[in-house]
């Protein structure tokens, strides 16, 4: 399912936060308001609408929630600002939201197992003597290899180098307005 009106809104607000137009915590604000349901970035995978959502959004979210410190509020400028790379790669993600492509890739939690570690998590991990969060650290880690070898992963949100360049030709922001 592609839910075009809350990418575009999520793309817009990607796109003012990475260029420093908005603080971090408008971003959420914002999100929160139009594409999350209420929930934070950070927090949206517990909502059940993540579960059933356009697919592209929690990754997104999970990606743009890692581009500042969530401890402060600040702009993405000066000492803050992103690297060019980071830059690019958010090109990229806005470029994916603004199309109508089907998001194709298999769901993979990026995040530190430390940072979902239920009650149940600490309590196994502390009678294994680690060896639980060991076991989930290296399935994520293998999760996310099986997943980067599915597609061509260095266009990741496009699932192909094809489906990258098919959307450069109908760039949303630099086409004429006829």
Same mark, same amino acid.
């Given at each position: 399912m592609?839910?075009i009106e ?6 817009f607000? =990607?796109r003012?936060?990475?260029n420093? /137009?908005i603080? %971090?915590? &408008?971003f959420e604000e914002f ?9 934070l970035?950070? /927090? ?5 609408q ?9 990754p997104i979210? &999970?990606?743009s929630?890692?581009l500042?410190d969530?401890t402060r509020n600040?702009?993405l %400028? ?5 690297t060019?790379y980071?830059?690019k790669e958010?090109?990229r993600?806005i470029?994916f939201?603004?199309s109508d /492509?089907?998001?194709?890739?298999d !769901? ?7 940072i979902?570690f239920?009650?149940?998590d600490?309590?196994k991990?502390?009678?294994? =003597?680690?060896?639980?969060y060991?076991e989930?650290?290296l399935t994520?880690?293998?999760? !996310? &290899? ?7 992963f260095?266009?990741w949100p496009?699932k192909?180098k094809?489906?990258f360049?098919?959307q450069?030709?109908?760039q949303p922001f =630099?086409?004429?307005? %006829?």
């Amino acid at each position: 399912m592609i839910d075009i009106e809350r990418r575009k809104k999520l793309a817009f607000h =990607l796109r003012q936060l990475s260029n420093g /137009q908005i603080s %971090n915590d &408008e971003f959420e604000e914002f999100v929160m308001e139009g594409v999350t349901y209420g929930w934070l970035p950070e /927090q949206y995978y517990r909502s059940e609408q993540s579960k059933k959502d356009d697919s592209v959004i929690r990754p997104i979210l &999970e990606m743009s929630w890692g581009l500042y410190d969530d401890t402060r509020n600040h702009k993405l %400028n000066g000492r803050d600002a992103l690297t060019d790379y980071a830059t690019k790669e958010i090109a990229r993600y806005i470029l994916f939201l603004r199309s109508d /492509q089907e998001y194709d890739w298999d !769901y993979v939690d990026l995040t530190h197992p430390l940072i979902r570690f239920s009650f149940n998590d600490i309590l196994k991990s502390i009678l294994t =003597l680690g060896e639980h969060y060991q076991e989930l650290k290296l399935t994520r880690e293998q999760e !996310y &290899e099986r997943m980067k070898k599915s597609g061509d992963f260095e266009y990741w949100p496009f699932k192909t180098k094809l489906d990258f360049e098919r959307q450069l030709k109908k760039q949303p922001f =630099l086409a004429s307005a %006829n």
